[in-house]
Every structure is written in C-alpha cells, then in structure tokens.
C-alpha cells in the first residue's frame, strides 16, 4: 500500500468534512502525519485522536528529519516550516503528499512530481472512483469543508473540473 504524508490544511479539511474515517477508510493509502500538523490541529485533536486509535491515520516519528533540509525548502521555495517539513519528507522517502497548501502543492509538483501530489478533493475522487462513495456525497463533505472555514473550491465531482 502507498503512504502519503498529509499536511495540516489537507488534515483540517478532511476532519471538519465530516467524512474523515469513511475516506481514509476507502483510499488505497496508508496516511501518517508529522509534528508540526498535529500541533496545528488543535481544535480537532479529539477526532485526531479517535483516527488513531482506529488505526484510520498514523503519527510520523521525524526525529531523523534534517531541520537543515526543511529550513531549506522553507526558504527556498517561501512556504511555512510544516508545509515543508511534509514536503521534505516525501522527497526524503518517496511518500505521496496530501496538501490544501497552494503554494505546498505547486513545490511539491516541482519535487515530487504532479502524479505523487493530491489534496483532499482529490481524496474524494479516490473514494469516487473507488465505488465507496457518490459524487453526492463528495459534494456533500466538500461543502462541510469549505462551509468550516476550508479554503477549497467549488468542485463538479461529475466532470472533474472546478467551478468558476
């Protein structure tokens, strides 16, 4: 099974959608996060928490992570120090990352390549295309997402294109 490292924008998204263990239950990916993420997922820590346990998400030990190389990327591509300590992760290992980041994304598109770099709409599509979920209910957790403060666009599940 794929591992993807999730950043806290990605994470925040799928908690508040209401739908967090039904799509980490039916994506073919194992998901880990590390210790800049959960310390900005305060408010959501008890669902966190509950994922856990589950065995739903899995905590990342980065303690052998260079803080060299995640100041690095921090500076040279002008992003925050938890974006790109997930980024420096899956350059170091050759996970997958899960990003709602902007700018985390079009870095880690650069690095990591368009194909290994989804977000959580895309997430969603998996579940889709996986028959675990319709395009309804997709629609459905997107707009919890967005309606909790998610910085996410308007999606057509059906076509697969944003909505202007």
């Keep these: 099974m794929q591992a993807a490292i ?3 924008c990605a994470l925040i998204n799928l908690i508040r959608s209401g739908g967090a263990a039904e799509i980490l ?6 998901v880990w996060f590390q210790g800049l993420v959960e310390d900005e997922i305060v408010k959501d820590k008890v669902i966190l928490e509950q994922l856990l346990e589950a065995g739903l998400i899995h905590r990342f030990d980065g303690s052998s992570l260079s803080a060299t190389a995640v100041g690095d990327i921090a500076a040279d591509h002008e992003i925050g120090v938890g974006e790109a300590e997930c980024v420096t992760i899956c350059v170091e290992s050759g996970e997958l990352l899960i990003s ?3 700018r985390a994304r079009d870095v880690g598109v650069d690095l990591l390549g368009a194909e290994n770099v989804t977000g959580f709409i895309g997430l969603l599509c998996q579940c889709i295309d996986g028959g675990a979920i319709s395009s309804v209910q997709a629609a459905k957790w997107l707009a919890n997402a967005q309606g909790a403060g998610g910085f996410l666009p308007d999606f ?3 076509t697969r294109q944003m909505v202007a």
């Design 6 to 8: 999730i950043d806290a």
């Design 25 to 30: 239950s039916a994506i073919p990916t194992e």
């Design 100 to 102: 709602d980041d902007r």
């Design 156 to 158: 057509d599940f059906d």
